[in-house]
């Protein structure tokens, strides 16, 4: 330190011998005026001079601060943590290792949503130098560039939902792709430097990435991404002398991988021809993390009026741009317009209908708030949640089947008082405002008046209608859906029309491949609210998405909160969609597991990192946090070093996941 | 512009008003008292005008971050065309990148391609390292900015060294290569490897899933990739996939540099039996390859190698010395860097595929070379390059030309390498002594295998004065046991007898084109395409360094210099692409394998592409679209071009067959290497010759002559065949 601060006198008695140097490396209007003034004895502090001055101490306190943060240990941070909290214990990778824990199988990750960067490879005159630059991941510096440049780019053909003309936008390859989401935001690095420190390295772990825009079935026709994963599958089974691989999905991963060992034994034309023991063969476990099985009631919203919480991240990393004063609605339009032409969003529309999401006056779940357990609360909306919980234990019915209404006294009714007008034959009306709104046009627009009322006055869907709904609202997406996903229960699973791709990831369509010595593992976090029902309202906007979710509907007895019922979950998965396929309908030999595949479930609960040096925490159960959950980590490392689900302690639950699974009544 | 002028002013107004309180909220406290002090004083003392001077240094600063971001701002709101602007209105109209002059023609995607990249350009990322690499998992140590080279060059050294022993990771170490496109696309921030090719192969559709880079560890011998990372496996997989992903349409391979033996090397393994080989069958080249397209391949090595091992010296093999010359040529550890650098390379197995192959009979002996006469530059050169132009005057000068020995690869002193043969004393070095470990106390932290030779093995190995290709082997031999120990088991460096004696079979020879066949692909097309009319090392004079003590003894000796010979510097140069002599670049392709002979015995057709230098035209063309350098003719338009028609599905004879510029085929001429397979007979008269008395290397020589012209009075084609049987040398 005390060199340093010798330094900097040195410094700047330098800096006055070259004063004259001012005038060579000023700018000519500087220069003047400077020049003006030296000669005059430098007779008034000009505004220019202060500002001048100030700008300078800014920045050489600036570089000193940077200067000291560069000669700081990298591990100070972590010096900091323990002085505050106490030794902090060591990262699973490393603690593992001395437990003697090494390389076994091959490990494949396998992203979600969003959370895959894409980069450009082809594009129009506007994206001008951006080849091979990251267009969805990174820093998003195009976002607020160019905006509606970028809109472009990043949408997809609204008729074939591939890419449009002129237009090839590709998901980044490698390990990189998911490492981090954005600098900082770590997604998948953590269990990468976790995996390492036993051991594992580019040649046993691999990044299944695809682009998360389309359709599970497009990103082989149009990449051939399933044919990739499979050859790069056999291929770290082979070079690993036939140790097969753990398999490690996220988010929609876990669909798109449900997807993958349809295909991947399906017939040559349609599917992978890779022959009916394909996974037998090459896969030790799927160990899914905060799975969306049976789909997320935010998909719903997200879809219906571009407004769910977060399943567009867009709105939590631009809020300035999607929030921007002058054009919130058209923002949000052009927004929807983009997200409308991904067909991947509907792969997360609830499935399984009322059977699984309850009708109008039942539902699986129950509102205890999601905070009902052991707590550490920190935060205070928990908190809240928590003492209300105390006064409140005659739980109030809640209609969580009913995921979307229209006002607050519709959801509380009971069935029977709600009049019903049935909106599917309505008639839709001229385009609303056309030529105004003709840039961003949705599909709202060609609905007209009559169509949006009819849509309010059924006031109450069940996820079954949901799908109708959609069907009416954007009737061209919904095409593009019905040809790539399915959202039904099988009646009879041998029926041949099973045998067409649309249903492989849907659970409650497809059977599991038959590979008894394979184990499928569910891992979520749960103690955090999760969106499960919204209340509507319709909104008289000329240009604007005629339907908003009615943040005034609050209830504190109930779940409902701004306009939104939450249940159990990680904040977008809520546990029955993520748990119950392993809880109950894989659960031993049913008709969706004929091989008697064994099922484990390993939840997380949430706790909020103890202060904020440790960043996202180590015990969170966030979706996308979670990948930093030491247990979580700790687990995933013991399987790929060879352990088993009997190894680990079998299941590991926090939730009423049982309990609820047993409420529903599926054929098994 | 007159915009952002009133936006500046506005912003140079506010900041004042708001001056007193945001200086005391963004001052760290020591800071805080001089400034508020100084504050006040201005405000309340405004008659005393003491500029002083720390406020001229604050104000100083201040002005120069003005205008800092003032420039950047401009720099930013300009267009990024408009670099191109600028360049076409000095040189004219730029013509169209390939990639958009061969869309406009209706090319499109259609073979898979395949880069190789060579050594040095592929990117290294730390998986596990020791304490003092802390925080830098993932992080590149090779390529990218180097960042870690300046701030802890001990540690850097450590980990991107090897195994003295084994060749492969020390303990606790595990660097690895980067995979992905993004291994070679850029080396380092704005200095393009492969980028440029890969931007203009997707102009006309191509992407991730018909490009695949075959990143390999450079660091480590062929062999030893697959040992340890199963990256032979990898690039066989994934050329498999890309086929049949691709309606099976096969793979056009592009390897550049090292690449191109590593990729020989690859087609022998995948045809190889399992254990060894990758199990693809004798036909898997034929059935996934369509073309090779060679880019500067060093097939019969670089004598540029040898001064690197020998010295750690070549002008820049190690590029290193040109990413980082302020820590080399760091004034007080200069030498010792050079040292820690020759310790790093020399565990570098890859390093000593390079070495020149072949020995006297591709290289020249101590009185003869296939370039002689052949000098840089000889032809029509519009040169801009003040060397170039040096040596094309002085070339029309000597048209007598002196008479060059570029086949003494290592010379020490100047008289040595200009004198006739018989004049040289050259003392045995293979049996000298060697003597005791030189300062081996004082200098224990930058060993090097010098120190083991002792004083006597270092003179002995100066007075054995010339040394040839072959004679090198042995220098190196003895000089560095055991990196040649290492080297011996993964590369061979000769001429092969007889290609069906099973000892070929073992994967040492397979990136050596002299001992291996290429696989049996009548329909596969190899091109070796480089660039010509750049000076290139081909043989050096040394000196001993006086009074060594813990320095390198060996240093070329930069005084020698001849104005009538290619001699610079200390070392002799010929005509090549600045890396790459022509003569090791083309041989193979100009009559190594042309036709059927022994080395490609299913006539795969090759063809030389050969792109004359011509340096940039001013700065804003970068590194030139014409250059014919090593690496930035990865930039070169024309070689883009090629390399796009050929992936479109053209073939060498769409293109235009050969193309050369330098005189490759009179230089191949020359050459004396058996080609036509040899017969039965031939063979039992081989054995025969083994009886013939092998006195003295040359009086046998003109006993083989006078043998070979008796035995082969025709020829194949015409071609000159024969060659020395390694029994006689």
């Known amino acids: 330190m005390s060199l340093l601060r010798q330094r900097k006198p040195t410094g700047t008695s330098n800096a006055t011998e070259s004063d004259p140097n001012i005038y060579q490396e000023d700018d000519k209007k500087n220069k003047a005026a400077s020049k003006d003034k030296n000669p005059k004895k430098q007779k008034s502090w000009s505004c220019i001079d202060s500002c001048c001055w100030l700008i300078g101490w800014i920045c050489v306190t600036w570089w000193f601060l940077l200067f000291l943060y560069n000669a700081i240990p990298t591990s100070f941070n972590q010096y900091v943590t323990e002085a505050i909290t106490g030794p902090v214990p060591d990262p699973p990778g490393v603690k593992l290792k001395k437990e003697g824990l090494t390389v076994k199988h091959p490990v494949v990750f396998v992203p979600g949503i969003v959370t895959g960067g894409l980069e ?4 129009h005159q ?3 130098g951006l080849f091979r630059k990251r267009l969805w991941g990174g820093t998003f510096g195009e976002v607020y560039k160019r905006p509606l440049c970028w809109v472009e780019h990043m949408s997809l053909d609204n008729e074939t939902g591939l890419d449009p003309s002129g237009i090839r936008v590709r998901p980044v390859s490698g390990l990189v792709a998911a490492d981090y989401f954005a600098p900082g935001y770590f997604v998948w690095a953590v269990l990468i430097a976790n995996l ?23 990103t082989e026709v149009r990449d051939q991404t399933l044919s990739r994963i499979k050859s790069n599958i056999e291929l770290m089974v082979a070079t690993n002398g036939g140790k097969k691989a753990v398999i490690i999905p996220h988010s929609m991963g876990v669909l798109y991988f449900l997807h993958f060992m349809k295909w991947v034994e399906a017939p040559a034309p349609m599917g992978g021809g890779g022959g009916p023991d394909w996974c037998a063969k090459h896969i030790k476990a799927v160990m899914n993390i905060g799975g969306p099985f049976l789909g997320v009631p935010k998909a719903v919203a997200g879809l219906f009026s571009a407004e769910a919480k977060d399943v567009a991240v867009a709105r939590a990393i631009t809020p300035g741009f999607l929030d921007h004063d002058l054009f919130p609605h058209q923002t949000l339009q052009h927004l929807m317009r983009m997200t409308r032409t991904w067909d991947s969003t509907m792969s997360m529309i609830p499935k399984g209908g009322d059977t699984i999401w309850g009708g109008l006056d039942w539902s699986p779940e129950e509102c205890h708030s999601p905070s009902r357990k ?15 919980e105390v006064v409140v234990s005659q739980i109030k019915h809640v209609n969580y089947g009913r995921v979307i209404s229209f006002g607050k006294d519709v959801v509380d009714a009971p069935s029977s008082e709600i009049e019903r007008i049935d909106f599917r034959d309505a008639f839709k009306g001229q385009s609303v405002a056309n030529s105004t709104c003709s840039e961003v046009w949705t599909e709202y627009h060609e609905m007209g008046y009559g169509g949006i009322k009819a849509v309010a006055e059924f006031k109450a869907y069940t996820a079954g ?35 067409h791709y649309k249903y492989w990831s849907n659970p409650l369509e497809t059977t599991l491949p038959t590979a008894p010595d394979m184990e499928i593992y569910s891992l979520y976090g749960v103690g955090l609210p999760t969106e499960r029902a919204y209340v509507y309202k319709l909104t008289s906007a000329e240009c604007g998405i005629p339907f908003q979710i009615d943040t005034s509907a609050d209830d504190e007895d109930s779940c409902l909160k701004d306009g939104v019922y939450s249940v159990d979950g990680d904040e977008t998965v809520p546990v029955l969609s993520a748990g119950f396929m392993c809880a109950k309908g894989w659960r031993g030999k049913t008709r969706f597991n004929p091989s008697g595949i064994r099922t484990y479930i390993r939840e997380y609960d949430h706790s909020p990192p103890a202060n904020l040096l440790e960043g996202r925490g180590t015990l969170s159960g966030n979706h996308v946090d979670i990948m930093g959950n030491f247990a979580l980590i700790e687990d995933i490392i013991r399987v790929a070093a060879g352990a088993t689900g009997e190894d680990l302690g079998g299941n590991q639950v926090y939730s009423d996941i049982f309990k609820w699974s047993e409420k529903i009544n599926l054929q098994l």
């Open 465 to 499: 209608l949901i799908i109708d709904l959609l069907h009416f609202v954007a009737p061209k997406m919904m095409a593009r859906g019905d040809a790539h996903f399915s959202y039904g229960i099988a009646e009879n699973l041998d029926n041949p029309e099973y045998q």
């Open 120 to 123: 450009l490879w082809e594009g």
């Open 374 to 388: 052991r707590q550490i609360a920190n935060d205070t909306q928990i908190a809240n949640e928590n003492g209300s």
């Open 196 to 218: 390492a420190n036993i051991g594992y390295e580019e040649k046993n772990m691999y990044m299944a990435a695809y682009d998360w825009r389309l359709s599970f079935q497009n």
């Open 126 to 128: 506007c994206a001008d």
